[in-house]
C-alpha cells in the first residue's frame, strides 16, 4: 500500500504547466483595477450583485453596504447600515473565551434578496448567529432577531445559504462549537413547516460546507460539501467532497421524519486523473447556466480541488453535469446497517432520492432514513485541468463567443497569495492568459461574484472591494501580441489597428484563440518598435534593457546586421539585457528580437555611438548631430512591432556577460549609460576569481544626445582634462623639493669639511663657538639664518 502511494505521489510531481502569460502586480499602470474601501469598514465576506448589474450589496464587518457600480471605472457607496453587538454582547462574548477584535464583532455571512424591497442578512454577531431584513430603498434594519443555525457562530466557518421564492435554504452549524451540522429550510410559504434533517441518525461527518445550486426542472436544490468519508477504513480520516440533494417543497412525513427531509440524499464527486490519487478536497464550486433558452440539464458545475496528500501546492479543475448528478440520484443507494454501522449495497428501490413523499408509508420512509448515499460516484464530463504550484481558493466562470463563433468558458481563478489567475481551456490543455494581483497579505475569508453583463469581476477581501474587468485589450499594443494573447475577449481591428474587446461585430477582427499564429493576416508595422540613442565615451559602461513581451518569449540580440552577436561580445543578462564597456569595436547598431509561439518580432532597436571631448571633435558640434551613427547601415530593415511590455524576468539566459581584463580589486566607480539615457554610478566589487558584483545607484537623469557637447553636461560630470593638470603640477612640485633637498645636504657636507680646517695644537680640543651657514634659502624664499651653539 506505502508503495503505491509513493508511486502515485512520483507520477504526480511530473505534471508541468507553462507560467501565466503575462503578470500584472498590484495597482499595475498597464492594468489598472477599482478598489473600494472605508477606514471603518472591513472584511467584506458576502457579495451580492443587484438583477441589473448596477447596485453591489456587501456584507462587512459590523456593518452592510450599498456601492454604485452602474460605471465600469469607479465605485461609489450609495448609502451603509451600521450592524454591530451592543457593548454587554461583547462582554459576554469575549467572556465565553473569545478574542473581542478578532471574534466578537458581527462578520456578515449571508446577504440575498428576499424580494425587490428588502434583503435578508445574517451574521456571527458575537458568537450568537442573528438575522436582519433591511429595507432597500432606505439601508435601514427594518427587524433583527436571534437566528441560530441560519449561519455559523464562527466568523471564519464556512457556510451557504439561498432564498428560493423568499424561502431561506441553509447548511450550517448550529452549537457554539460548530460540531452540529445542519440543513434547513426557514421562512416557509403557504403554511408548511420549517424542515431541517432528521439527527437520529448521523447524515454528515464533520462536513465543511461550500455552495448551494438550484436545480429548477426538478425543483431540488444541491449542496457541495466536504466531510470524513467514514465509509471508508483509512489510517487518516478522508475526505470525500460531496454533493447533497433536498427537494424545495418537501415538508417531511406524517409520523416518521415529520419536519424532516424525507429527499435527503448524498453522492461522492470523483475529481481524478488515471492512476492518480484524487483531488479530494471541494474548495470551491461554481454552477454555469447554460444560455439563455437551452435546456437546464445543460447546466455545468465548476468545481476547484486539492489534494490531502500533496506535498506541494497544487489544484485542479473538475466540471460536471447536472445530468450525471441526476442520474446519480436516480440510481442504487447503500444502506447503513444498525448493527455494524457500515454502508452496504441496498435493493433499488424507485421511491429513494425522489421527491412528494410527504405520505409515504412508516416502512418507505424508515428504509429513506438508512439509505441516503448513492452507490455511484459522479465522474467529471470534461478532461481534468490540473494547475501545478498553484492552490486556488475562489472561482467565477463566464462565456464568451470567439470572432470565429466558437463558444468559450473563461476561468477566473483566485490564489491565496492573491493572485487572481484567468484560464482558458484549449486543445492542448489549460492556458493561464494573465495573472493580476489583486491582495498582498493572505486571507482566510474571501469572496467573488462576477456581472457577465458589464464584464467585471468583484472580489471581496479583507482591505476592500476589488472591480477587475475581465480584459484589458489595449494592453496589448501590436497585432501580433494581440494574436498570442489567445484571449477570446480580445481580437486585433485592422480598420482601427487596435486590440480591441469583441463587441458582437468581427467583420474586421482577427482572433487566434488556437491553432498557429505565423501566416496570419497581421500587416508589418515598426510603429510600436523602441528605438533609442545611447551616447557614450570610451570605457563607460553600457546597459541595453529589451523588456520581455510576455513570460513566454525568449529574447535574441544581434549586432549591427549580424544575424546573434559575435563571440567575442558579452553575452545577454538574466534579465534580458546586454551590460559591456564602451570601445570603438562595440560602438553601432544593437536589435533585440522575442520569439513565441514560432513568431519572431523585433522589440527594440539601439545605436551606440562615442561621445566626443571638444579638443577631439572631429567636425563642429551641430555637424556632428546631423551626421549618422555608426551602424545606422546595419540596423536593418525587418517589420515584426512590439509594445513597451510589461517587463518580467527571463526565464533563459546564455551568460552574464564578459568584463575588462584591466579591473584592478577593489571598488571602483564606474559611470553607466543604460537604454533609456539615465546614468547611473555603479560600484563594481572585485572578488578573487576576477568576477565582479555590480549595484547600480541613481545619480543624474540626462538627455543621452547632450553628450555629444560637452560643454551643456552636468557639472557632477568629471572633467579628465583638469585632472591631468593638477597631477603635472605636483608632479612638478616633487621635483623641486627633491633638487632642494639635495642641495641643502651638499651644503652641509662643505659646511662640516670646512670645520675640521679650524682646528689647531694650541687649541687643545677648544673648537670655534661659532658657525655661520650662509645661502641656505628655504622652499618660501625667507632669510638667510644663523645657528649658533
Same mark, same amino acid.
Given at each position: 500500500?506505502?508503495?503505491?502511494?509513493?508511486?502515485?505521489?512520483?507520477?504526480?510531481?511530473?505534471?508541468?504547466?507553462?507560467?501565466?502569460?503575462?503578470?500584472?502586480?498590484?495597482?499595475?499602470?498597464?492594468?489598472?483595477?477599482?478598489?473600494?474601501?472605508?477606514?471603518?469598514?472591513?472584511?467584506?465576506?458576502?457579495?451580492?450583485?443587484?438583477?441589473?448589474?448596477?447596485?453591489?450589496?456587501?456584507?462587512?464587518?459590523?456593518?452592510?453596504?450599498?456601492?454604485?457600480?452602474?460605471?465600469?471605472?469607479?465605485?461609489?457607496?450609495?448609502?451603509?447600515?451600521?450592524?454591530?453587538?451592543?457593548?454587554?454582547?461583547?462582554?459576554?462574548?469575549?467572556?465565553?473565551?473569545?478574542?473581542?477584535?478578532?471574534?466578537?464583532?458581527?462578520?456578515?455571512?449571508?446577504?440575498?434578496?428576499?424580494?425587490?424591497?428588502?434583503?435578508?442578512?445574517?451574521?456571527?454577531?458575537?458568537?450568537?448567529?442573528?438575522?436582519?431584513?433591511?429595507?432597500?430603498?432606505? $439601508?435601514?434594519?427594518?427587524?433583527?432577531?436571534?437566528?441560530?443555525?441560519?449561519?455559523?457562530?464562527?466568523?471564519?466557518?464556512?457556510?451557504?445559504?439561498?432564498?428560493?421564492?423568499?424561502?431561506?435554504?441553509?447548511?450550517?452549524?448550529?452549537?457554539?462549537?460548530?460540531?452540529?451540522?445542519?440543513?434547513?429550510?426557514?421562512?416557509?410559504?403557504?403554511?408548511?413547516?420549517?424542515?431541517?434533517?432528521?439527527?437520529?441518525?448521523?447524515?454528515?461527518?464533520?462536513?465543511?460546507?461550500?455552495?448551494?445550486?438550484?436545480?429548477?426542472?426538478?425543483?431540488?436544490?444541491?449542496?457541495?460539501?466536504?466531510?470524513?468519508?467514514?465509509?471508508?477504513?483509512?489510517?487518516?480520516?478522508?475526505?470525500?467532497?460531496?454533493?447533497?440533494?433536498?427537494?424545495?417543497?418537501?415538508?417531511?412525513?406524517?409520523?416518521?421524519?415529520?419536519?424532516?427531509?424525507?429527499?435527503?440524499?448524498?453522492?461522492?464527486?470523483?475529481?481524478?486523473?488515471?492512476?492518480?490519487?484524487?483531488?479530494?478536497?471541494?474548495?470551491? $464550486?461554481?454552477?454555469?447556466?447554460?444560455?439563455?433558452?437551452?435546456?437546464?440539464?445543460?447546466?455545468?458545475?465548476?468545481?476547484?480541488?486539492?489534494?490531502?496528500?500533496?506535498?506541494?501546492?497544487?489544484?485542479?479543475?473538475?466540471?460536471?453535469?447536472?445530468?450525471?448528478?441526476?442520474?446519480?440520484?436516480?440510481?442504487?443507494?447503500?444502506?447503513?446497517?444498525?448493527?455494524? +454501522?457500515?454502508?452496504?449495497?441496498?435493493?433499488?428501490?424507485?421511491?429513494?432520492?425522489?421527491?412528494?413523499?410527504?405520505?409515504?408509508?412508516?416502512?418507505?420512509?424508515?428504509?429513506?432514513?438508512?439509505?441516503?448515499?448513492?452507490?455511484?460516484?459522479?465522474?467529471?464530463?470534461?478532461?481534468?485541468?490540473?494547475?501545478?504550484?498553484?492552490? +486556488?481558493?475562489?472561482?467565477?466562470? $463566464?462565456?464568451?463567443?470567439?470572432?470565429?463563433?466558437?463558444?468559450?468558458?473563461?476561468?477566473?481563478?483566485?490564489?491565496?497569495?492573491?493572485?487572481?489567475?484567468?484560464?482558458?481551456?484549449?486543445?492542448?490543455?489549460?492556458?493561464?492568459?494573465?495573472?493580476?494581483?489583486?491582495?498582498?497579505?493572505?486571507?482566510?475569508?474571501?469572496?467573488?461574484?462576477?456581472?457577465?453583463?458589464?464584464?467585471?469581476? +468583484?472580489?471581496?477581501?479583507?482591505?476592500?472591494?476589488?472591480?477587475?474587468?475581465?480584459?484589458?485589450?489595449?494592453?496589448?499594443?501590436?497585432?501580433?501580441?494581440?494574436?498570442?494573447?489567445?484571449?477570446?475577449?480580445?481580437?486585433?481591428?485592422?480598420?482601427?489597428?487596435?486590440?480591441?474587446?469583441?463587441?458582437?461585430?468581427?467583420?474586421?477582427?482577427?482572433?487566434?484563440?488556437?491553432?498557429?499564429?505565423?501566416?496570419?493576416?497581421?500587416?508589418?508595422?515598426?510603429?510600436?518598435?523602441?528605438?533609442?540613442?545611447?551616447?557614450?565615451?570610451?570605457?563607460?559602461?553600457?546597459?541595453?534593457?529589451?523588456?520581455?513581451?510576455?513570460?513566454?518569449?525568449?529574447?535574441?540580440?544581434?549586432?549591427?546586421?549580424?544575424?546573434?552577436?559575435?563571440?567575442?561580445?558579452?553575452?545577454?543578462?538574466?534579465?534580458?539585457?546586454? $551590460?559591456?564597456?564602451?570601445?570603438?569595436?562595440?560602438?553601432?547598431?544593437?536589435?533585440?528580437?522575442?520569439?513565441?509561439?514560432?513568431?519572431?518580432?523585433?522589440?527594440?532597436? +539601439?545605436?551606440?555611438?562615442?561621445?566626443?571631448?571638444?579638443?577631439?571633435?572631429?567636425?563642429?558640434?551641430?555637424?556632428?548631430?546631423?551626421?549618422?551613427?555608426?551602424?545606422?547601415?546595419?540596423?536593418?530593415?525587418?517589420?515584426?512591432?512590439?509594445?513597451?511590455?510589461?517587463?518580467?524576468?527571463?526565464?533563459?539566459?546564455?551568460?552574464?556577460?564578459?568584463?575588462?581584463?584591466?579591473?584592478?580589486?577593489?571598488?571602483?566607480?564606474?559611470?553607466?549609460?543604460?537604454?533609456?539615457?539615465?546614468?547611473?554610478?555603479?560600484?563594481?566589487?572585485?572578488?578573487?576569481?576576477?568576477?565582479?558584483?555590480?549595484?547600480?545607484?541613481?545619480?543624474?537623469?540626462?538627455?543621452?544626445?547632450?553628450?555629444?557637447?560637452?560643454?551643456?553636461?552636468?557639472?557632477?560630470?568629471?572633467?579628465?582634462?583638469?585632472?591631468?593638470?593638477?597631477?603635472?603640477?605636483?608632479?612638478?612640485?616633487?621635483?623641486?623639493?627633491?633638487?632642494?633637498?639635495?642641495?641643502?645636504?651638499?651644503?652641509?657636507?662643505?659646511?662640516?669639511?670646512?670645520?675640521?680646517?679650524?682646528?689647531?695644537?694650541?687649541?687643545?680640543?677648544?673648537?670655534?663657538?661659532?658657525?655661520?651657514?650662509?645661502?641656505?634659502?628655504?622652499?618660501?624664499?625667507?632669510?638667510?639664518?644663523?645657528?649658533?651653539?
Amino acid at each position: 500500500m506505502a508503495s503505491s502511494v509513493l508511486l502515485l505521489l512520483l507520477l504526480d510531481s511530473t505534471r508541468s504547466l507553462p507560467p501565466p502569460r503575462i503578470s500584472f502586480l498590484l495597482n499595475s499602470t498597464d492594468r489598472p483595477l477599482n478598489h473600494f474601501s472605508l477606514p471603518d469598514v472591513s472584511n467584506t465576506t458576502a457579495l451580492l450583485l443587484s438583477n441589473d448589474a448596477s447596485t453591489l450589496y456587501v456584507g462587512a464587518r459590523n456593518a452592510i453596504l450599498s456601492l454604485d457600480v452602474s460605471q465600469s471605472d469607479v465605485i461609489q457607496l450609495n448609502k451603509q447600515v451600521t450592524w454591530s453587538p451592543s457593548e454587554a454582547e461583547m462582554e459576554s462574548c469575549a467572556g465565553k473565551g473569545k478574542n473581542r477584535q478578532l471574534d466578537c464583532p458581527n462578520f456578515v455571512h449571508v446577504i440575498e434578496a428576499v424580494n425587490s424591497s428588502h434583503l435578508y442578512a445574517c451574521g456571527s454577531f458575537a458568537y450568537n448567529p442573528h438575522q436582519a431584513f433591511i429595507d432597500i430603498r432606505s $439601508m435601514s434594519v427594518v427587524h433583527q432577531a436571534e437566528a441560530r443555525a441560519h449561519c455559523p457562530y464562527n466568523p471564519v466557518e464556512r457556510s451557504s445559504a439561498v432564498i428560493i421564492d423568499e424561502e431561506l435554504f441553509t447548511a450550517s452549524t448550529t452549537d457554539f462549537k460548530g460540531r452540529t451540522p445542519q440543513i434547513s429550510r426557514f421562512l416557509s410559504k403557504d403554511g408548511r413547516p420549517d424542515v431541517n434533517l432528521d439527527s437520529s441518525v448521523s447524515r454528515l461527518e464533520e462536513p465543511t460546507f461550500v455552495s448551494s445550486s438550484l436545480d429548477p426542472a426538478e425543483k431540488k436544490l444541491h449542496i457541495f460539501f466536504n466531510e470524513v468519508g467514514k465509509e471508508f477504513n483509512f489510517v487518516r480520516q478522508l475526505q470525500i467532497p460531496r454533493v447533497a440533494q433536498v427537494c424545495k417543497d418537501d415538508v417531511g412525513g406524517q409520523r416518521t421524519l415529520q419536519k424532516k427531509w424525507t429527499s435527503f440524499a448524498k453522492s461522492s464527486l470523483l475529481c481524478q486523473l488515471p492512476k492518480q490519487l484524487p483531488f479530494n478536497i471541494l474548495e470551491d $464550486m461554481f454552477t454555469l447556466q447554460p444560455p439563455e433558452g437551452a435546456d437546464t440539464s445543460e447546466t455545468l458545475f465548476y468545481g476547484v480541488f486539492t489534494s490531502q496528500w500533496s506535498i506541494r501546492p497544487e489544484s485542479a479543475v473538475c466540471i460536471f453535469k447536472l445530468t450525471d448528478i441526476r442520474n446519480a440520484f436516480s440510481g442504487s443507494f447503500k444502506t447503513l446497517e444498525k448493527e455494524t +454501522y457500515q454502508l452496504k449495497l441496498s435493493q433499488r428501490r424507485d421511491y429513494l432520492g425522489k421527491c412528494g413523499l410527504s405520505n409515504a408509508s412508516d416502512a418507505e420512509l424508515s428504509e429513506v432514513k438508512k439509505s441516503f448515499l448513492t452507490n455511484e460516484d459522479i465522474h467529471p464530463a470534461e478532461k481534468v485541468l490540473v494547475f501545478p504550484e498553484q492552490k +486556488y481558493s475562489r472561482m467565477v466562470v $463566464m462565456t464568451t463567443q470567439a470572432a470565429n463563433g466558437k463558444q468559450f468558458n473563461i476561468l477566473f481563478l483566485l490564489t491565496e497569495s492573491g493572485f487572481l489567475h484567468k484560464v482558458v481551456s484549449l486543445d492542448q490543455g489549460p492556458r493561464v492568459i494573465e495573472e493580476i494581483q489583486v491582495f498582498k497579505e493572505p486571507q482566510q475569508v474571501k469572496s467573488m461574484i462576477i456581472s457577465s453583463s458589464k464584464r467585471v469581476l +468583484y472580489v471581496g477581501t479583507s482591505e476592500g472591494v476589488t472591480a477587475v474587468p475581465v480584459a484589458r485589450c489595449s494592453v496589448y499594443r501590436s497585432c501580433s501580441q494581440c494574436l498570442l494573447a489567445r484571449d477570446p475577449l480580445c481580437g486585433w481591428s485592422q480598420t482601427r489597428r487596435t486590440c480591441t474587446a469583441l463587441d458582437g461585430s468581427s467583420a474586421d477582427i482577427i482572433q487566434k484563440v488556437e491553432g498557429d499564429i505565423v501566416g496570419t493576416e497581421c500587416q508589418p508595422s515598426d510603429e510600436h518598435v523602441m528605438k533609442r540613442e545611447v551616447v557614450v565615451r570610451l570605457n563607460e559602461l553600457v546597459k541595453l534593457d529589451c523588456p520581455k513581451p510576455s513570460n513566454l518569449a525568449t529574447l535574441s540580440w544581434s549586432f549591427s546586421g549580424t544575424k546573434a552577436l559575435p563571440s567575442e561580445f558579452p553575452q545577454m543578462r538574466a534579465d534580458g539585457s546586454l $551590460m559591456f564597456f564602451a570601445s570603438p569595436t562595440r560602438f553601432g547598431g544593437y536589435r533585440c528580437q522575442a520569439k513565441e509561439d514560432g513568431l519572431r518580432e523585433l522589440v527594440v532597436i +539601439y545605436t551606440v555611438r562615442e561621445a566626443y571631448s571638444p579638443r577631439h571633435l572631429p567636425k563642429p558640434v551641430t555637424e556632428t548631430l546631423a551626421s549618422q551613427s555608426p551602424g545606422d547601415e546595419n540596423i536593418g530593415t525587418e517589420e515584426p512591432t512590439v509594445s513597451d511590455g510589461h517587463k518580467n524576468e527571463a526565464t533563459t539566459t546564455d551568460g552574464e556577460g564578459s568584463e575588462p581584463k584591466n579591473i584592478h580589486k577593489g571598488d571602483i566607480e564606474e559611470r553607466v549609460t543604460v537604454a533609456k539615457g539615465e546614468t547611473f554610478s555603479r560600484k563594481t566589487h572585485s572578488t578573487q576569481d576576477g568576477s565582479g558584483s555590480e549595484e547600480p545607484a541613481p545619480t543624474s537623469r540626462t538627455d543621452s544626445r547632450s553628450m555629444l557637447n560637452p560643454s551643456q553636461s552636468t557639472p557632477n560630470q568629471r572633467s579628465y582634462y583638469s585632472e591631468l593638470v593638477v597631477v603635472t603640477f605636483l608632479l612638478v612640485v616633487c621635483l623641486l623639493v627633491l633638487a632642494l633637498g639635495f642641495l641643502w645636504i651638499w651644503k652641509q657636507k662643505k659646511a662640516v669639511s670646512r670645520g675640521n680646517g679650524m682646528f689647531s695644537p694650541e687649541d687643545k680640543g677648544r673648537t670655534n663657538t661659532c658657525i655661520q651657514v650662509s645661502e641656505l634659502t628655504t622652499l618660501e624664499g625667507g632669510p638667510d639664518q644663523t645657528i649658533t651653539q
